[in-house]
């Protein structure tokens, strides 16, 4: 399976200065768990970084600092650990495992940012695959039983 049909495409970033409180209300409002990290030039938007909703519990709340007195750059993962657009499947989750990760930047055909493969991706896309296994073993059955009556 490639994970070009998995992936999502939606990046929302947000700046290394910018507070937890304030990355906690973007992952809200866009429903998600994963933000790229720029720097604050608002003239580089190169990424340095991501930062998750896990990040946010582990280091801030776990430890009893309040999400306002920290920035996104203290607590986000540095580098993109990242896997082509054309990966399959596998590749993308050796590299997970090899890393400790539960997400990957997607790097497009001209190097940039494509979007993110989450666990949850691919979680999603083999239950589908399952799913329509089942369907197949179902359909023999029925088809077996018709013929036998």
Do not use: C, F, W
């Amino acid at each position: 399976m490639s994970i070009e049909r998995i992936y999502t495409r939606e990046i929302i970033g947000t700046q290394r200065s910018a507070s937890l409180q304030e990355a906690a209300v973007l992952m809200r409002k866009h429903h998600i768990g994963t933000l790229v990290v720029t720097e604050d030039d608002p003239n580089n938007d190169q990424a340095v970084g991501i930062v998750t909703d896990r990040d946010l519990v582990i280091h801030a709340m776990a430890e009893g600092i309040s999400a306002g007195e920290i920035s996104v750059g203290e607590v986000m993962t540095p580098g993109l650990a990242s896997v082509p657009l054309r990966a399959d499947l596998h590749e993308a989750l050796e590299t997970m495992r090899a890393g400790g990760l539960r997400r990957l930047i997607v790097k497009g055909e001209d190097g940039g940012i494509a979007g993110i493969l989450s666990l949850d991706d691919i979680v999603d896309a083999l239950a589908a695959d399952i799913s329509s296994l089942a369907g197949v073993i179902r359909s023999e059955r029925e088809r077996e039983d018709a013929e036998n009556d």
